[in-house]
């Protein structure tokens, strides 16, 4: 009589496989529902962006970026040139960072400036030479032709 003999299999190695896919599958979940509330939470802001633009004290100086525009258009008006029209807006970028845009009128030319603003941290860094010299021109009263 031959002894037939079972060959038993471990379970181990089939717990551990669809263990490890388990714990996958939930820290993959946790992440990218984490993901997404961080976008939530700061989607639909772009208001308090351009609001933060307009507040913000270029140089350390006490007139704000909106004050200062403001004046830009007085002077400019004042010398028989033309300065207005402005327009915000704001795009979110990745969370809390938004680009905020101006668009304005200078006599018969349009212009653009740009600006990288952090809701979190609530700070605003100029993008590019027209975001930069805005300030010292509103300041200055220049007006380019």
Known sequence: MADTQTKKESAVPAILGWGGLAL???VFAWIVINQLHSVEEWS???NEAVTLVKKFKPDG????LEDLIRGYSLKAKEKGGYVG???WDAKQKNGP???VTLLWKNGNNH???LWRV???QQEVRPQGDAAASLPQHARDGIIDS
Do not use: H, M, S
Not at 61 to 64: A, E
């Open 24 to 26: 996958f599958t939930v």
């Open 44 to 46: 639909n802001r772009g």
């Open 61 to 64: 100086k006490p007139d704000t």
């Open 85 to 87: 029209e402005f327009t």
């Open 97 to 99: 960072e938004y680009e």
């Open 111 to 113: 212009r653009v400036a």
């Open 118 to 120: 952090d809701l979190q």
